[in-house]
C-alpha cells in the first residue's frame, strides 16, 4: 500500500504570505493525486486533481505540481479564509482504495 | 445546487449497530460512484469505501471489511452505510463524497458535512 507522508505539520504564517506544502508518496502514484482543504465542522473541499488541476471555483492562488512521488501545492498570498488543514490523497489501482495524507495546519501567526 | 447531507449518527455501544444516510440533490444521483470517508477525533481523514453507480462494485478499506456495507437507493439520490459490530475506534464523523463519475477515479469533488458516530458504553 502506498503511504502519503506531508511536511511540515504545521505552517505559521501571515495573511500575504505564501505557503508551500508538500506530499511526498511513498511509491510513484505518476500525477494521480489530490489535495483537499478541510475547515473544523465544514465539509472537505477538492482544490487540486490529477497533481496540477484547479477542481471547480478553486482561485488561482491555489497551485499544484508534481509527478511520481513528490508533489507540491502553493497558496501564493494567504487569506483569512485560507487557514485550515490540508490533506493530499491517493488511489492504489488494485483493489481501489483511497489513502489521505497526515494533513498540513496552515494558522495564523 | 450540488449538495450531499449525511444523517443517521448517534451514540451507540460496543457491538451495535447503526444505519447511516446521505442524501444527494443537484446531479444526477445514478450516474455517479460514492465514496464514505472517516475522521476520528483529533485524527486525519480516512477512506472507508466506495460504491460503483449501479451498485455493482464495492471496494472497502481493511479496517471496516465485514463490519460496513454500502448500499444505495437510486430512486431517492440516497446512499447509505450500514455499520455493525462497531468499535470504540469507530468513533468519527462519517462523511459521503461524490466520486467525479460512474466508474471509481481518482479523487473525491463533492462533500457533505458529515455525521458523527460515538461508540461507547
Redesign the interface.
Known amino acids: 500500500e502506498i503511504v502519503l507522508t506531508q511536511s511540515p505539520a504545521t505552517l505559521s504564517l501571515s495573511p500575504g504570505e505564501r505557503a508551500t506544502l508538500s506530499c511526498r508518496a511513498s511509491q510513484s502514484v505518476s500525477t494521480?493525486?489530490?489535495w483537499?482543504q478541510?475547515k473544523p465542522?465544514?465539509?472537505?473541499?477538492?482544490l487540486i486533481?490529477?497533481a496540477s488541476n484547479r477542481?471547480?471555483g478553486i482561485p488561482a492562488r491555489f497551485s499544484g505540481s508534481g509527478s511520481g512521488t513528490d508533489f507540491t501545492l502553493i497558496i501564493s498570498s494567504l487569506e483569512a479564509e485560507d487557514f485550515a488543514?490540508y490533506?493530499c490523497?491517493?488511489?492504489n489501482n488494485w483493489?481501489?482504495?483511497?489513502?489521505?495524507?497526515?494533513?498540513t495546519k496552515v494558522d495564523i501567526k | 445546487q450540488v449538495q450531499?447531507v449525511e444523517s443517521g449518527g448517534g451514540v451507540v455501544q460496543p457491538g451495535g449497530s447503526l444505519r447511516l444516510s446521505c442524501g444527494a440533490s443537484g446531479f444526477t444521483f445514478r450516474t455517479y460512484a460514492m465514496?464514505w470517508?472517516r475522521q476520528a477525533p483529533g485524527k486525519?481523514?480516512?477512506?472507508v469505501g466506495?460504491l460503483s453507480y449501479d451498485a455493482s462494485h464495492e471496494?472497502h478499506?481493511d479496517s471496516v471489511k465485514g463490519r460496513f456495507t454500502i448500499s444505495r437507493d437510486n430512486s431517492k439520490s440516497t446512499l447509505f452505510l450500514q455499520v455493525n459490530s462497531l468499535r470504540p475506534e469507530d468513533t468519527a464523523v462519517y462523511?459521503c463524497?461524490r466520486d467525479?463519475g460512474p466508474g471509481?477515479?481518482?479523487?473525491?469533488?463533492?462533500?457533505?458535512?458529515?455525521t458523527t458516530v460515538t461508540v461507547s458504553s
Do not use: C
Not at chain 1, 41 to 46: E, H, K, M, N, Y
Not at chain 1, 96 to 102: A, E, I, L, M, R
Not at chain 2, 105 to 110: A, L, R, S, T
Open positions: 494521480h493525486l489530490a483537499y478541510h465542522g465544514q465539509a472537505p473541499r477538492l486533481y490529477e477542481a471547480t488543514v490533506y490523497q491517493q488511489r483493489p481501489p482504495s483511497f489513502t489521505f495524507g497526515p494533513g | 450531499l465514496h470517508v486525519g481523514l480516512e477512506w466506495v471496494y478499506a462523511y463524497a467525479p471509481i477515479h481518482y479523487n473525491m469533488d463533492v462533500w457533505g458535512k458529515g
